[in-house]
Structures are given as C-alpha cells and as structure tokens.
C-alpha cells in the first residue's frame, strides 16, 4: 500500500480541541467534519476510515441533534496518539468518531474517551454512564417488525437445518447373526435330537442305535420400500439439503424397523423372540399385571427357564430402557441393588448379567396385562440375511414430473429375520389377569 499524504497540521488541530461551551462545540462540528474531508481526500483509505468518508454528513448532522450529550467529543483530546506512524493517528481518529457516531461505549472507553453525567456541567465527567448520540425527541410512531407496524414487510429467515430428535441406532444390528443371501430363501439345518452312548457291560451288553434327527430353518427374504414425493420448486426453494436428509431418514427408520423384525414383530411379515410360539415362556404370578410388578424372584425364574450352560452363554437381558429403570430400584434378599453400574471395562449389569436396550421393546407405557417385555437369550441365535442393502433411487421422468412438477425418492430393501434356536430363549409376560 503507498505511503498516504498525511497533513499533520490537520491532525495536531484534532488533537488541540478545547470544547468549553456549547459555542465553542457547534464551531469545532463544522472544524471536525471539514478536517475529516481533508484527511479523506489526501491520504488513501486505511481501516475504518472508509466509513467514516460516507459518513461524513450524517456524522455532522447527528452531531448537531443535541449538543449537550454529543460534548463527549471533548475526550478527543483525551486520546493517546503516542503513535509512530501518522496514519495509525489518522486511524485512530476515525475510530473514535466513528464509535461516537454509532454508540459503541466499549471502544469509546477503551480510547480512554469519557461519558458526561451531568449535561450542565462540561466538567462532569464519569465512565459508569450511558449517553446516545443520536438522541431526538421521539416523534411519530416508528415502524417496527412486530405485529403492531410493519412486520409484514420483515421476512423470518429460515435456517438451513431442520430440528429433530435423531432416532436411536439399531441394538441389534451388531448383536444378531447375519449372513448375506445370494438367493432368496436359504434353509438352514438345524439339530432336532442328538445322540447317545450306551455302555457295555461284561462285553454282552447289546449297543444301541442312536441316530440324530434333524429340523430345518428357513430364512426367507422379503422387501420392504418407502417413497417420497416432493415438487421440483420445494427442492430448489429448500435451505437444507432436502435429498440427503430425506436418505438420513429412511436410515435411520431401518435401523428402528430392524430390530422391530428381531425382537418385537409379530408376523408382519416375521415373527420376533417376544412372539415366537418356540421360546420360554415365563407367565408372572396371579396379580403381577404391570411392568412394575416384577421382582428379584422372577428374574431369577426367568434365568432358570433356559435349563442348560450351554443355552445361557452369551445370553444377555434385552428390554425398554424405560424398564431397566424399574430394575435401578430393586434389591436382592440381602439388600443389594439387581441393577449394577459400570466399573472400569466392565458394562453395567443386571444380576451380574450384560443387557441391551432397544426402543423396539415394550416401554413403560404399553404396560398391560398378557404383554411381554423382557427377553433372555444370546443374540446370535437370531439369524439376519440380507438379500438386498438399502437402495436409493431417484425419479424425475415421470408423467408426475411432466404435469405436475413431482419428483420421487424411493427407498428399497431386501432382507429376512428368524429366531434361529427359539429353545434358547426365554421371555417373560404379564399374565391376562
């Protein structure tokens, strides 16, 4: 930047202002807005001094709305221009004025400015007191952006995002078996009886045969799809990305609807542990209609209804988060808590036990007489196959499109749910009275 043309005559008379009255204020106005021109004109345009040159005629017509308050120009030759440079003298000049002129207090008390306390006195100076430079006497009814004047006029600006309460990721996802499907339906082979030994005795005892028997399970695909419609105008008008918040959606609904299929569907178009006819069914006692009614005892009931180790590893509690609170409040026989809280490593537990939540399971709200809500079992005894992943597809060569502007999203997928072992799990339910 070239070095400006700086009259330092100009700007020592800045410095030297002496404002005594009210005369010698309305003077040194006129002075001050001439001088400003002067600088303006002669020296290139540094910080904030290209405002203050468009301001100039508003800075000396505000200025001469009311003489009394505007006198705080007085701390002008207050300021510190211990400067090296003449035009950092020449910014900082403009800076002040320019803070006089739009009530900026904190940079004016920063400058070591001052703000007058008592208008009749030119010597009553003091720094804990709001002044306004553009005081008037308030004529007229102002329009204003409320319901009253103009606001009709005053557009609210929409921000580019959209509020929501994201739904939960999927509990299960990560829990169940799941295995890609290159057909449609696979059958997977399953143990029905095992076999036996038979001991002989003094070498003459006969064997006997024991042959294994076998079942069969069968994992079936089946699609399920959603879809949009949206007009070619509200996407371009829109603030946010509608296309990817619309995908966002549609993923996050899978995730709620996968563990729906899993744990909690009733034949629409699978059945969940809570539904299937093959689990453990344990029914609470006479009276125990609530949620809110189960105790220690059942949990421990619950446990013994999966009657092998080898059913019970990696078998874990899945309910409600809103029914892990129940547990937060009861206590074992010996007065310790059935729900613990995670140390180090370690996640919290129920009866030493881990537990998943999901919103899939019955809250405390559908709380109702024969309802199950708890299950106990290992996840990978639930079979997941995917036959088709999520699929997004765009359409806008529609006769919808044609005559009416409409654009589609569609979101499809392929994908099948079975409880694998239902033996392996138990479930507990309120009983139907």
Request: contains cysteine.
């Amino acid at each position: 930047m070239p070095e400006p043309i700086i009259n330092e005559n100009k700007i020592e008379m800045i410095e030297k202002i002496d404002i005594k009255n009210d005369t010698d204020l309305n003077l040194q106005i006129n002075k001050i807005a001439e001088t400003i021109n002067a600088i303006n004109k002669e020296s290139a345009r540094i910080g904030d001094f290209d405002l203050i040159k468009k301001e100039n005629g508003e800075l000396k017509a505000a200025l001469a709305v009311n003489a009394a308050d505007i006198i705080a120009l007085k701390a002008l030759k207050e300021i510190r221009f211990a400067l090296k440079r003449s035009e950092e003298k020449m910014y900082n000049i403009g800076k002040f004025l320019y803070a006089c002129r739009h009530n900026n207090l904190e940079v004016i008390r920063d400058m070591k400015g001052h703000i007058q306390l008592n208008k009749n006195s030119i010597e009553d100076w003091k720094a804990n007191k709001d002044w306004n430079i553009n005081a008037a006497p308030n004529l007229g009814t102002a329009l204003r952006g409320d319901s009253s004047t103009g606001s009709i006029l005053v557009p609210d600006e929409i921000a580019a995002e959209i509020l929501r309460v994201p739904d939960d990721p999927s509990a299960m996802m990560n829990q169940v078996r799941s295995v890609n499907m290159g057909v449609r339906k696979i059958t997977f082979p399953g143990k029905l009886a095992g076999t036996t030994w038979t001991w002989v005795t003094n070498e003459v005892t006969a064997k006997t045969e024991s042959n294994p028997t076998f079942n069969d399970v069968d994992l079936e695909a089946e699609t399920a799809a959603s879809w949009i419609a949206f007009t070619e105008e509200f996407q371009e008008d829109a603030l946010v990305d509608i296309g990817s918040y619309f995908i966002e959606l549609f993923r996050e609904s899978w995730q709620t609807e996968f563990d729906k299929q899993c744990l909690n569907s009733d034949a629409s178009p699978f059945t969940g542990v809570l539904d299937d006819s093959g689990v453990n069914l344990l029914t609470l006692g006479a009276g125990k209609t609530s949620f809110v009614d189960v105790t220690f005892d059942d949990m421990v009931a619950l446990v013994a209804k999966l009657t092998t180790q080898s059913k019970r590893n990696g078998a874990k509690f899945i309910m409600h988060v809103t029914i892990v609170d129940i547990f937060k409040g009861i206590k074992d026989d010996n007065g310790r808590f059935l729900w613990q809280e995670p140390a180090g490593l370690q996640p919290a537990t129920i009866m030493g036990t881990e537990y998943i939540t999901s919103d899939a399971m019955p809250d405390i709200t559908d709380s109702a007489i024969s309802t199950a809500f708890i299950a106990y079992g290992n996840p990978k005894y639930i079979l997941h196959g995917s036959r088709k992943g999520l699929e997004f597809k765009f359409y806008d060569q529609t006769s919808d499109n044609l005559v009416y502007d409409r654009l589609f999203l569609r979101a499809r997928t392929r994908q099948a749910f079975v409880t694998s072992i239902p033996g392996a799990w138990a479930v507990m339910k309120t009983p139907s009275a």
